[in-house]
């Protein structure tokens, strides 16, 4: 941490935790252990995420395409998702839990765990832990026009008033993401590279880190190298590198 500024430490930092099961299935394992040991490096990056003063924390979990997998995987990472909420971590760190994605096609018992575990935290303030749940950010963006459009119908506005009504500000509060900032790091673990249909609208401007490192191995060194490349970096949000600079030496 010694090579950290604390002053530029992201707000929000959002993971695509990939790489538990290819790091099971090289031990000879079930997939489900892996699923088990990525909720290890759960634990350890959400404490040291609130160690360091992230305020947001998004993982993403389980994506609609994930309904596509094998039966047994898919009710063991259910089952996972029940334990591992039983889990004091949230308590012990002062973090509030939420979800986000289409959890109706939940399971009703994990539906009740969710509600449960983010009313029990609601007054937690170090930090926020996101999990995206059944989630994807195309599912998003069609469930947010639609919300956009019919709260404009909704009052009799004829077509001109409804496109004028579609601004991003409107569109935005109806995301699942409407409570908190876009992500500024977003980090993929496992070699992979690519978004995978997570937060397309909110990362428009973020900075992207992948790493080779499976889930279940990334620990408090690769997230210190992941903020270090972020650090490094000048973001410039379609300005030039001249004028990032004359504003930053005012």
């Known amino acids: 941490m010694n090579n950290l500024d604390m002053n530029r430490i992201p707000e929000h930092i959002a993971i695509i935790m990939d790489g538990n099961g290819r790091w099971a299935t090289e031990r000879g394992k079930d997939r489900s252990y892996g699923h088990q040991a990525g909720v290890d490096a759960v634990r350890c990056i959400t404490s040291e995420c609130t160690r360091l003063g992230v305020k947001y924390l998004t993982l993403y979990t389980f994506s609609t395409e994930n309904w596509n997998r094998p039966a047994d995987e898919i009710s063991a990472l259910m089952g996972l998702v029940l334990t591992s909420l039983e889990d004091e971590i949230f308590m012990k760190n002062n973090v509030r839990f939420r979800v986000i994605g289409d959890l109706k096609r939940l399971p009703q ?27 994807s950010s195309r599912w998003e963006i069609m469930s947010a026009m639609k919300k956009t459009v019919k709260e404009a119908m909704e009052n009799g506005a004829s077509y001109e008033e409804v496109e004028k009504m579609l601004t991003e500000e409107n569109f935005e509060k109806h995301l699942e993401t409407n409570f908190m900032p876009d992500p500024e790091l977003l980090i993929r673990t496992g070699g992979e590279l690519r978004i995978s249909n997570y937060l397309l609208w909110q990362i428009a401007y973020s900075e992207l880190y992948f790493c080779d490192t499976y889930w279940p191995d990334f620990n408090e060194e690769c997230l210190h190298k992941a903020i270090e490349s972020y650090q490094s970096r000048q973001r410039r949000f379609g300005k030039t590198e001249a004028q990032v600079e004359a504003e930053e030496e005012k």
């Open 109 to 135: 018992a994990v539906q009740d765990k969710l509600q449960e575990t983010m009313d029990h935290t609601a007054k937690n303030d170090a930090m926020t832990m996101v999990v995206a749940l059944s989630y």
